[in-house]
Each structure stands twice: as C-alpha cells, then as structure tokens.
C-alpha cells in the first residue's frame, strides 16, 4: 500500500504523467520482481481510473484512504462516468464511458510493406495470436502486451507501433509526391505516408522539438525510407499534400493515459485552441492551388474539432471542405482522431 501511495504523490498528484515516473520507479527499485511490479501498475491505474468514483464512495479526497477503499473493493458501477465536469459537459459519454471501462491491453502494428508484408508479419507473430485489422490496409492487433524489441524484424524496420486509429486518419490523406507533415512530432504519419506512396516523392517533416526528428530520422532509416527530410528551422514552400496534426487535448487517448484526464484543465484548452488556429492561418500558405490541407487532432471535443474547421473556412474562402471523420473509441474500438481534409481552390 505504501508503494502505491508514494507512486501517487510523485505523480498523479502533482500533475506528471504517471508512466514516466513508474519507468524510472522500478529502474531504480530494482529489487521488485514482476509480480510486484504488475501490482503496483495495476493498483496505481486502477486508483486513477476510478478516482472520482472512489472519492464519492468514501467521502474523502486523501489518497491513503482512496488507495485502502481501492484495495479492499475494486468493483464500481460502470456507468459513472469518473471525468471532471467540463469533459463531461463536451465529450460523448459514451466514447467515455468506453475509454474508462475497456483498458485491457492492446497493441496495434502498421507492416512496413517495403520491407514486409502483412501475412509474413502474421506468420511471424503467431505465438501472440494476431489479428489483422479490417479497416487499414496492412494493420496487425495483438491483445496483449508484448516486448517488440526481442523481434529481429521490428528491429530491422518490418513494422512499426501505430495505433489502429491514427492509421485510419494518416489512409485518408491524400496522396501526392510533394507531403508538408508540419507538426511531425517522431513521425507516425510521415512514416505512413512514404509507406503509402513506395518511397517515391518528398515528404518534408517539421516539428519544434529537434530531439523529435532525431527520433523520426532514426525511424525512416530503419524502415528503408529515403524520402523524408526533416527540417528544423522550416522555410516557406508550396506542397501539394499539408498535414496539421496539431497539438491538441489529447481526449481521444484517455484508455491509454488515464491520468491526463486530471491533468487536463479548461484553460488549457483553450490554448490549444489559439495554438491551433495559428498553425492553420501558417500552414495555408504551404498549400498549392488544387492542394489539400489534413487537420488532424486526437480530441473527441468539437471546439477542437468542426469548431476550428467553421472558424478557418470562414476567414479562408479560398479553401473548402472535402470531407471529415471522427474516429469513436465506442464505434471503432480505437483511439479517438478527427480529421478534416480541405481543398485549396
């Protein structure tokens, strides 16, 4: 119990993400075994998770009491919804009750098709059962945890980790010989994009954090990929394909990250919503004539969504709306993504 709590308090408490600070725990408590280690993940997530509920069950905000109340009964009532207030006022409750009460493990893969193919990759991972994914040309699931470093072909760039989700988003950007990924972050989409164009083209990728595209360029190396140049600083050019997938809540992702829920305040938002609007009123500029610009977030909530979309186009009369999906954890078993992809007239 008091392992649980100290985890706690270094942590959740103070706002930082618990997974970090749990890597560097058992790093340095190197003495605990893997029973220990899995019950104090489990207990950890499981406090966070219901940490409302818990807080109403036993009247108190003290952790040492949320954590014993925690250990002695962990079954709570599905169907409330353990958020703050404002993300129950603007998120689906049903995408948050599913992202609340589905946690179990799962990872999904996106097959490297220059290197490999989808049925070797299955060959390969029979042990783990895999399943193919419907909705994503050369997806793999694998409903548990597994360590892909030990495989010889993750670490010679076969496949990569990418959530079903933003492999759904990253298939409805259109293909072009000439990609902006403005906000690259270590490059889940530009990586999927040079898959999905046979590594002919270019595909320039920028964020502002350097040690990003370090990771990003370590990545395309492995994977075969020549096409991509990151860029940090950016300068101004004309593509036919721009990608904003732009800083956002993050609401899309709370089965993963339980803890940014808390961490998450109104204020918050809307800065990201400022933030936003400014990379679209940059990133127009990139688009060529006939281009497409993809608006892409990891949010569930529509003032980060359709709202910004309403906003751009009525300041942007050059530039119309082609299409948008939201990708629902309840609906399509994922991560939650929106994304809007607009034409440059």
């Known amino acids: 119990m008091e392992r649980i709590i100290e985890v706690l308090e270094n942590s959740f408490l103070i706002k930082k993400p618990v997974d970090n600070y749990l890597k560097g725990y058992f790093r340095f408590n190197k003495n605990f075994g893997s029973k220990d280690r899995s019950f ?30 925690y250990l002695e009964n962990n079954e709570f009532d599905k169907n409330v919804l353990d958020y703050p207030d404002f993300l129950i006022k603007n998120v689906n409750h049903e995408d948050l009750l599913f992202m609340q009460n589905n946690n179990e493990p799962h990872v999904d893969i996106r097959v490297n098709t220059l290197k490999s193919s989808v049925e070797k990759i299955m060959k390969e991972l029979k042990p783990f059962n895999p399943i193919k994914l419907g909705k994503v040309y050369n997806g793999i699931r694998i409903n548990k945890r597994v360590d892909f470093n030990t495989l010889k072909s993750f670490k010679e760039g076969h496949f990569e980790i990418q959530d079903e989700g933003s492999q759904i988003v990253a298939g409805m950007i259109n293909s072009s010989k000439s990609i902006l990924d403005y906000c690259a972050g270590a490059g889940g989409k530009s990586l999927f994009m040079a898959d999905k164009i046979k590594n002919k083209g270019e595909i320039v ?12 360029n370590k990545r395309a190396k492995r994977q075969g990929i020549t096409i991509i140049e990151t860029r940090y600083p950016f300068d101004n050019e004309l593509f036919d394909t721009v990608i904003a997938d732009v800083p956002c809540s993050g609401t899309g992702t709370f089965a993963r990250n339980p803890d940014a829920k808390w961490r998450l305040v109104e204020s918050k938002v809307e800065d990201l919503i400022k933030t936003g609007r400014e990379i679209l009123e940059k990133v127009k500029n990139n688009v060529k004539s006939g281009g497409s610009l993809s608006y892409i977030t990891c949010s569930l909530m529509d003032m980060e969504n359709i709202e910004q979309i309403n906003w751009f186009l009525s300041k942007n009369k050059d530039f119309e709306l082609l299409n948008q999906k939201t990708i629902r954890p309840s609906v399509d078993m994922t991560d939650g993504f929106f994304i809007a992809n607009l034409l440059k007239k």
């Open 205 to 216: 990728s920028y964020d502002i954090y350097p040690e990003k595209l370090e990771e990003l």
């Open 40 to 69: 104090i993940s489990e207990a950890v997530y499981g406090v966070i998770r219901n940490y409302k509920r818990l807080q109403i069950r036993t009247n108190s905000s003290d952790i040492r009491v949320l954590v014993k109340s």
